[in-house]
């Protein structure tokens, strides 16, 4: 199996285990008599979740096995994506401003400036594209030993 088809197993089996969490909360208490109560057997849904858990972890370390000779990388794209994250939030606020509904002014100073915050954030995110494009390839290219098929 290829690791970008790992990784979208990754995906499913943690939504299937969200939505068998879910049924099991849901589930779990019931008024007596309900005509629907049997329908489920939390049980069932439990054995099911601990198998899907289990699946997953095996999963999880294989998919950081293969991702050893790239996990700088991942680690590098996460940090500059933060970076772009946080440089947006950044205010660059800058002038004479009126407060509110007031006649009251306030001068603001930046020491970045919008059009300098966003060269910034123009850089970090081609930097973001080349290591995206790197770890694309090599999750499709990359083969990981993976032969255990998810319960339904």
């Known amino acids: 199996m290829k690791l970008q088809k790992a990784l979208k197993l990754r995906k499913s089996l943690a939504g299937d285990i969200t939505r068998l969490k879910t049924q099991i909360a849901n589930k779990n208490s019931y008024i007596e008599g309900s005509v629907n109560a049997d329908k489920y057997s939390v049980q069932k849904l439990y054995d099911e979740l601990q ?5 997953l972890i095996n999963l999880k370390f294989v998919i950081n096995e293969a991702n050893r000779e790239i996990q700088a990388n991942i680690y590098k794209l ?3 994506k933060a970076l772009i994250a946080f440089w947006n939030s950044v205010s660059v606020q800058e002038g004479t401003q009126v407060i509110g509904y007031s006649d009251k002014t306030q001068t603001y100073k930046v020491q970045f400036d919008e059009e300098t915050r966003n060269k910034m954030v123009a850089d970090f995110q081609k930097q973001v594209d080349v290591l ?16 255990e098929k998810p319960t339904a």
């Open 78 to 80: 996460s940090e500059l």
């Open 132 to 147: 995206q494009e790197e770890i694309d390839t090599y999750n499709y290219t990359t083969d990981v030993q993976w032969d």
């Open 51 to 55: 198998k899907k858990i289990e699946l």
